[in-house]
């Protein structure tokens, strides 16, 4: 083992550092604890021949070249924009918010070049603090308070249990405003569904003679035998500390997948459902991978604290305990003998894109002074 890395984790932080190490001609062990590789990417077809995402919606975007790149030597990818309506008042409406639907929603009929001023004024009869320092502030300093209230308010309370100011501005900063027409979700340069879906990518980066992966492994049963040149590792953080500065905190889903004997059961991919029902939003997949069938397959997502750690909560408290567990990253990662890549071991909100590209430089780096 000694002449080995260990890879704690096959989702896409895991396979990206394996491949690259890979292909550096190291030997690589990747041990996962559940019974599949793909991490919370992990697709499969369904009995009704529809691909479904088992952890939630996953469409892939990003503004990095590099990344782009190294997600297209694997597989192909289906052109796909992807876009989502916002379920509020009754009717579906387009979401972000623009120029569209601030005309249904208040029921005006405003040129795109005349949105600026009509938020300004909306702006202007608010209260938040300025500078934000507050997911609520970030939204109401750039919509006021009428469309924080109808889009943004109940969601986020739905999605995180938490009263929106106590968490991050960050978690804000995800959703733009566009003063335009421009009804996609995201407005990365590249954006794409796999076209043999994301476990077929994760298998294909993984797909290495130099690469052994061994599932249904947990790490921490192992971790007292084995003595790796190197351990990637992509888990929990708090975790791999034991929880010595208290446990940190993770949001979960419980997700329920339905099929109806329909074509189509929705307009679009995504509906959010901010005020009503107990559900964040109803995905339908068949939009996103353009299959085709008499039935489809969508699922409803139903925040949770229990289950399968999805999301890092942004909160003061546990910003400030992961600033204590990175301190003991950075020891380990100096060492040489450690790197803690991706959403779970950083403790980031990070979408796909950027836990390859984190996982590609930390890796370039530990291969630069390895080499000196
Ligand atoms: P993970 O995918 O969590 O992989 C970590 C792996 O490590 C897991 O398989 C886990 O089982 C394994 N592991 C952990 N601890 C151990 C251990 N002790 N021993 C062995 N194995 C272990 N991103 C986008 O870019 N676009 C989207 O549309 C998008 N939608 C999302 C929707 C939902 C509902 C969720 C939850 C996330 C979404 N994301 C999206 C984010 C995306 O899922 C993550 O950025 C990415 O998958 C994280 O990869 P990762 O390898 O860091 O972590
Ligand atoms: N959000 C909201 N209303 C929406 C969509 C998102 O208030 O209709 C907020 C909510 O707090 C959510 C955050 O913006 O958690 C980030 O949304 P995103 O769609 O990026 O969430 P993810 O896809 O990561 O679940």
Redesign the pocket.
């Known amino acids: 083992m000694q002449d080995h890395v260990l890879v704690?984790?096959?989702?896409?932080?895991?396979a990206t550092a394996a491949r690259i190490l890979a292909e550096s001609n190291l030997r690589v062990i990747v041990?996962?604890?559940?019974k599949h590789v793909?991490?919370?990417?992990y697709d499969y077809t369904d009995e009704n021949g529809i691909t479904v995402h088992l952890?939630?919606?996953?469409?892939?975007?990003t503004n990095s070249r590099e990344v782009w790149n190294f997600v297209n030597r694997f597989c192909e990818f289906r052109y796909y924009q992807h876009r989502v309506l916002s379920f509020v008042e009754g009717r579906f409406v387009p979401f972000p918010i623009n120029r569209d639907t601030i005309c249904e929603v208040f029921g005006v009929n405003i040129g795109v070049e005349e949105v600026e001023d009509f938020l300004k004024d909306e702006v202007r009869r608010s209260n938040f603090n300025d500078p934000p320092k507050n997911f609520r502030d970030v939204v109401v300093s750039q919509v006021g308070e009428r469309l924080y209230e109808l889009f943004f308010k109940n969601y986020t309370i739905k999605q995180w249990n938490r009263d929106p100011e106590e968490l991050s501005p960050d978690v804000a900063k995800r959703i733009p405003v566009r003063y335009g027409r421009d009804d996609r979700y995201f407005s990365d340069r590249y954006q794409g569904i796999p076209a043999r879906g994301y476990t077929h990518l994760v298998e294909r980066i993984l797909d290495h003679p130099k690469i052994s992966i061994v599932t249904n492994?947990?790490?921490?049963e192992l971790r007292d035998h084995v003595k790796p040149k190197l351990t990637v590792y992509?888990?929990?953080l708090d975790?791999f500390f034991d929880c010595v500065y208290g446990k940190l905190e993770y949001r979960s889903?419980r997700l329920v997948f339905k099929t109806y004997d329909m074509e189509y059961y929705q307009p679009v991919a995504v509906v959010n459902y901010p005020n009503d029902y107990d559900w964040t939003r109803i995905t339908e997949f068949k939009h996103m991978t353009g299959e085709r069938s008499s039935r489809t397959t969508v699922l409803f997502?139903y925040p949770s604290a229990e289950g399968e750690p999805?999301?890092v909560v942004l909160t003061r408290d546990n910003i400030e305990r992961r600033e204590k567990y990175m301190e003991e990253v950075k020891k380990l990662e100096k060492s040489g003998e450690y790197i803690f890549?991706?959403?779970?071991?950083e403790y980031l909100y990070?979408?796909?894109?950027?836990?390859i590209e984190a996982s590609i430089r930390k890796v370039g780096e530990w291969l630069k002074n390895r080499t000196g």
């Open positions: 704690v984790g096959a989702g896409l932080a895991g041990v996962e604890r559940r793909g991490g919370n990417c952890y939630g919606p996953h469409i892939f975007h492994m947990d790490y921490f992509t888990g929990e975790r889903l997502e999805f999301y890549v991706g959403r779970l071991a990070y979408n796909m894109d950027q836990v």
